[in-house]
C-alpha cells in the first residue's frame, strides 16, 4: 500500500559526497517521522539521521556535521546529504518512514529497499 524507493548510492573515493533520496507512494494521509539506517557487513542497523513532520532533527555522533537529512513534504521525500565520505561509512543504507493512511488509522512502518554505499580509501 506504501512503497519506498531509495535513490543515489554507488561507489565513491574517501572525502568524496553523495546524496541519497527516498520517494514514498501509495495510500498516504501524511507521513510522522522520516529516517536513514544503515547496516555494515556483519553489524547492526544503526540509525543514521531522523527528522520530524515538524523539523525536528537528530544525527548519530558519527555522522554530524558531515550528513545533512532534509525532506520535501509535499512529495513526501526524504534526502541524505552525504559529505566527506568515509570509508567506515560503507554499508547499505535504508529509508524508514511512519505512515498513516488515514486521519483515524495508526501509524504503519515503512521501510525501503536499501541502496549500498561503498567508500574507498
Known amino acids: 500500500q506504501v512503497q519506498l524507493v531509495e535513490s543515489g548510492g554507488g561507489p565513491v573515493q574517501a572525502g568524496g559526497s553523495l546524496r541519497l533520496s527516498c520517494a514514498a507512494s501509495?495510500?498516504?494521509?501524511?507521513?510522522?517521522?522520516m529516517r536513514w539506517y544503515r547496516q555494515a557487513p556483519g553489524k547492526q542497523r544503526e540509525l543514521v539521521a531522523s527528522i520530524t513532520s515538524g523539523g525536528s532533527i537528530d544525527y548519530a555522533d558519527s555522522v554530524k556535521g558531515r550528513f545533512t537529512i532534509s525532506r520535501d513534504n509535499a512529495k513526501n521525500t526524504v534526502y541524505l546529504q552525504m559529505n566527506s565520505l568515509k570509508p567506515e561509512d560503507t554499508a547499505v543504507y535504508y529509508c524508514?518512514?511512519?505512515?498513516?493512511?488515514?486521519?483515524?488509522?495508526?501509524?504503519?512502518?515503512?521501510w525501503g529497499q536499501g541502496t549500498q554505499v561503498t567508500v574507498s580509501s
Open positions: 501509495g495510500r498516504i494521509f501524511s507521513i510522522n517521522a
Open positions: 524508514y518512514a511512519a505512515v498513516m493512511m488515514s486521519r483515524w488509522d495508526r501509524q504503519y512502518d515503512y
